[in-house]
């Protein structure tokens, strides 16, 4: 356990849907930074937040938007889902160099 | 796109062997670190090895680090089937935003009881 907690568990949505995925970070981590996870490929970033403000940000479209709140809590929302957006999501929490990564939110887009 | 690639992309070896996966990168690190992840779900971080560092232990594991050749390894001495999972490398380099990692593919790995 990482102390990072996600929700909710499993989520199926529709092409053109929208939908927001929630994270927890660890006690004291201020920096969260979330993921996408396609089946079989490894994790590719897609945003990190510190202290409320976006602080990098990968290779993914302006319908994938984030918000971090005042208690370091996260959200990642992604509008006009498609169907390639079908993935794990992860959201990692940091101290110094580890990321704490939380069990993942499994988006099905149909 | 993905920084690093893993060889092999899957291994089965029986309990007891050692087990070696390796990681390629394209760009300068910061540091590289290992992942381990149980069926599809949240990554847990096995090590963490420094650009300047060449050999960590860690229990069982052991990984080493080349930047000459942007390579590591990762070896899993004395395997048991609970090691069985996929096993990512990931880089931070000093051009990342924050500590943004940057992923290889991962090596699935199977140990057999």
Same mark, same amino acid.
């Given at each position: ?13 529709? !092409? ?68 390639? *957006? ?25 | ?58 229990? !069982?594991?052991?990984?080493?680090? *080349? ?15 609970? *090691? ?30």
């Amino acid at each position: 356990e990482t102390g990072v907690t996600q929700s909710p568990t499993h989520l199926i949505k529709t !092409r053109g849907q929208q939908v927001t995925l929630r994270c927890s970070s660890q006690s004291g981590h201020n920096t969260v930074s979330w993921y996408q996870q396609a089946l079989g490929q490894g994790p590719q970033f897609i945003f990190q937040y510190y202290r409320e403000e976006e602080n990098g940000r990968g290779n993914f479209p302006p319908r994938f938007s984030g918000l971090q709140f005042p208690n370091y809590s996260s959200e990642l929302n992604v509008n006009a889902l498609e169907l390639d *957006d079908s993935a794990l999501y992860l959201c990692a929490s940091s101290s110094h160099n580890e990321q704490f990564f939380g069990p993942g939110t499994r988006l099905t887009v149909l | 796109s993905q920084q690093g690639e893993e060889d092999p992309q899957a291994l089965s070896i029986q309990e007891g062997e050692n087990a070696t996966m390796n990681c390629s990168y394209k760009t300068s690190i910061n540091n590289l670190q290992w992942y381990r992840q149980n069926s599809g779900r949240g990554l847990v971080h096995l090590i963490l090895i420094r650009s300047n560092e060449r050999e960590k232990h860690s229990g !069982r594991l052991r990984v080493t680090l *080349d930047t000459s050749k942007k390579s590591s390894s990762l070896l899993i001495t004395a395997s048991r089937a609970a *090691d069985t999972a996929s096993y990512f490398c990931a880089t931070e380099g000093p051009n990342n935003a924050g500590n943004m990692l940057t992923f290889g593919g991962g090596t699935r790995l199977m140990v057999k009881p």
